[in-house]
């Protein structure tokens, strides 16, 4: 299986933290194997993710990266990683999905916080658009994931989670597990 890994940008610990929270959530809960957060230094963000990836399971991880660049050097030196950068200046995301998932290649998706340097948009190999209008990275993460697994990451159990819930019409039934 291909890994996911998402390159969060540009974390500003005063203003991003409910929002960074929410990108490295839906990474795991939408099917990605990591997260990367660049920008200011938040430990604990890092520890806050590391609990709910044992509370809830899987193998997801995240850690932080003084240096952005080499993330993307780093990625592409493996020679079997395409870079994925999220941008309402991209390509719609319906016209090249499908190809993005026909690759086995591993892919390295970008979101950023305020302005993205230049850089990520020249050395991305796909700038894509989720839909062309201004949103959120944590709803540009989400629906690109939701259309790179068209809709089964809804449905992905989670190894080694401590707690399970129960679907239920109404009020809450979780279980514990371990
Ligand atoms: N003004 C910023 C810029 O120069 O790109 C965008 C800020 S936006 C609040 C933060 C991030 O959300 C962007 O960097 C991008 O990753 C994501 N984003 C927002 N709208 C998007 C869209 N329509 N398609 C894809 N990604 C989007």
Known sequence: ???????????????????????????????????????????????????????????FSARFEENWR????????????????????????DDVIDEIRNSNRDKLVIVGAEKVPPFYYQNADYNIAIGNQPHSEVSALAIFLDKLYEGRELHFLFPKSKIRIVPQKKGKKVVTLQ
Do not use: C, Q
Not at 70 to 93: P, Q
């Open 70 to 93: 080499k993330v993307i050097r780093r990625f592409k030196e493996g020679g079997n990683g395409v870079v994925i950068h999220l941008t309402m200046y991209g390509l719609h995301v």
């Open 1 to 59: 299986m291909p890994r996911i890994i998402v390159l969060r940008l540009g974390h500003r610990i005063s203003r991003d933290k409910r929002v960074t929270t929410h990108v490295a959530l839906v990474a795991r809960a939408y099917g990605a194997d990591e997260i990367i957060i660049t920008g200011d230094r938040d430990d604990d963000l890092i520890e806050r993710i590391r609990k709910v990836v044992e509370t809830w399971g899987g193998d």
